[in-house]
């Protein structure tokens, strides 16, 4: 069965601090990948996705940044966390399936920045 | 861009009675999701509809792709306790890039006992 992994649960950093947010999918084969941020417990904002090894659409101007050294595995990063970075962190996937994109997401990572 | 307007933004009502909210497209989309998330946990996809006019259920869930393409409704007959959480709505065209998949603000739904 497909599943989806994403750790920590919950992180609470410095401001200045850097960031690594990883993802990995499990029992399919070059799914896309996707990292959402949703503030507040409202709205999904689209950060990054990525069709494959080392391919990083990003969505957002930011200072975030976003990586995908394997197949399936996805990692948010930042080099210096901004307050404004604070909040919860979703990454999902998607594969096409008779033209049909099935999207599940994580679990999430709730970041606090302090 | 597209957009996708969802209402209401919060609902409160009382255990036993049916649920409704709503979401509407400025541009077409050939495939609606619904989704449902739990305070500190990801999505989970309750209904996927893919075709224009579609009517589908899931238990005590019902949904439905409008005629026109840019409109979805979700209804939640009988609300229970557990119903709480935040129901999204979100939609794509399946063609063209993947990342297409917008999402609605989502409904806030209280059920009080």
């Known amino acids: 069965s497909q599943t989806i992994h994403q750790w920590p649960a919950t992180l609470v950093q410095p401001v200045g601090s850097p960031l690594s947010l990883e993802c990995t999918v499990e029992?399919?084969?070059?799914?896309?990948l996707y990292w959402y941020r949703q503030a507040a417990g409202r709205g999904l904002q689209l950060l990054f996705y990525?069709?494959?090894?080392?391919?990083i659409s990003s969505e957002v101007p930011q200072n975030l940044s976003a990586s995908r050294p394997q197949d399936r595995q996805f990692i948010l990063s930042s080099k210096k966390l901004l307050l404004s970075d604070s909040g919860f962190y979703l990454c999902?996937?998607?594969?096409?399936?008779?033209?049909?994109?099935?999207?599940?997401f994580g679990s999430g990572t709730r970041l606090t920045v302090v | 861009g597209q957009q996708l307007n969802q209402s209401p933004q919060s609902m409160f009502i009382q255990e036993g009675e049916d649920v409704s909210m709503n979401c509407t497209s400025s541009?077409?989309?050939?495939?609606w999701l619904w989704y449902k998330q739990e305070p500190g946990e990801g999505p989970v996809l309750l209904i996927a509809?893919?075709?224009?006019?579609e009517l589908t259920s899931n238990g005590r869930l019902t949904a439905q792709f409008g005629i026109t393409r840019k409109d979805s409704f979700l209804n939640i007959s009988a609300s229970i306790p557990s119903d709480v959480g935040i129901y999204f709505c979100?939609?794509?065209?399946?063609?063209?890039?993947?990342?297409?998949?917008?999402f609605g603000s989502g409904t806030q739904l209280t059920v009080l006992p």
């Open positions: 029992g399919t084969s070059n799914p896309n």
């Open positions: 509809l893919y075709k224009a006019g």
């Open positions: 999902a996937w998607s594969v096409r399936v008779s033209g049909i994109y099935g999207y599940t």
């Open positions: 990525s069709v494959g090894i080392g391919q």
């Open positions: 541009s077409i989309f050939n495939t």
């Open positions: 979100a939609g794509y065209i399946s063609s063209g890039s993947a990342r297409q998949l917008t």
